[in-house]
């Protein structure tokens, strides 16, 4: 099996993933289904040396006005930073990272029943890559996405068990740290979180079991592919231990690259693309992607916090109280959705094609 096709097949539409992949070949080389074009590569000499520019901002006392303030330049700058002392014990964190382990090494059988279009539930799916029948080049990840719909009874039933209690709680602790930082970002743009906003900053939440199996060329590959995320915020757990693997563009216009590295205990938050209209450029929605490892797999969890599907995005009447130019047109949200998901990840053309 080592023509594109044929691994293209055993992938996605036998819907093995690239983790059924690597279980079933002892891959010595790349399969070139998997080889990006040196532009999508991250190689050193894009990567910044120092990592201090990834901001870790101690949450103990959200109060403190110096923590908002914290969180408001890096949402400005990087539009990327990591939490400490946010009060989820690390305990509880390392449970989530085990139970989306533990889903990934359940047999190929097990997991398969997830496959999206044919899951066996509603609210929760696996696919591979990031949308594979529109990618010419395949990302090296498995994912499963759950969206959590509290609002419907037993909205989880059908949630595998191996993790099913684990993200339902997750979930749930995450919910209100993520509406602290909203709220401090969305006061700071002299507005505040209420009725005619709150469906768009939170109307959805949805959290991703990304899996990166060990590649046998990680030069050539990429894990996830260079996008901005397109909701308001997401929090993402990283796992413990050594990888650089997360790295986001330091500057808007560069190609140069910073590591956010992992830290015991910590949660990476990043500004999406809704944060970045509605503040009207305040606030930075950085582009990211991830590597992959040759010796190791890896694995994250981000929860994406976002518009409901009919929410209009536009910048906030506060920020253009004095006469300030709208940077962007309106737009629907599921017509952004339709835009995102529609082509492979591509830096932040979506956003880019709502300017005016
Ligand atoms: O795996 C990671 O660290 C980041 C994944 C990511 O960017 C995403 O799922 O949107
Ligand atoms: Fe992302």
Partial sequence: ?????????????????????????KLTTLP?????????????????SSSSQVPVIDVSNWMDPNVAKEICDAATKLGLFQIVNHGIAQEELKAVIAAARGFFEL?????????RGSSVSETAWLTTSFNPLKESILEWRDFLKFEYLPQ?????ATWPSVCKEQVIDHFERIKPITKKILDIL??????TIDKSNEETLMGTTRM???YYPECPDPSLAVGTGRHSDINTLTLLLQEDGV?????????????????????PGAIVVNI??????????????????????????RVSVPVFCGPVHDAVIEPLPEVLQNNEVAGYRNIVYSDYLKDFFGRPHDGKTTIESIKT
């Fill in 1 to 25: 099996m080592t023509r594109t096709t044929d691994v293209r097949d055993f992938v996605v539409n036998q819907r093995n993933g690239v983790k059924g992949l690597v279980d079933t070949l």
């Fill in 208 to 210: 991703n079991f990304n």
């Fill in 243 to 263: 990888l650089s693997s997360l790295y986001a563009r330091a500057t808007e216009d560069g190609d140069e690259w910073v590591n956010v590295p992992p830290i």
């Fill in 32 to 48: 070139s289904a998997y080889i990006q074009p040196p532009q999508e590569r991250l190689t050193s000499e894009k990567i910044l």
């Fill in 186 to 191: 969305i006061s700071n743009l002299n507005s």
């Fill in 152 to 156: 419907q009874h037993d909205f989880a």
């Fill in 107 to 115: 047999p190929a059988e097990e997991r398969r029943r997830y496959w």
């Fill in 272 to 297: 999406g693309d809704v944060l970045q209209i509605l503040s009207n450029n305040r606030y930075r929605s950085v582009e990211h992607c991830v590597v992959v490892n040759k010796f190791c797999s």
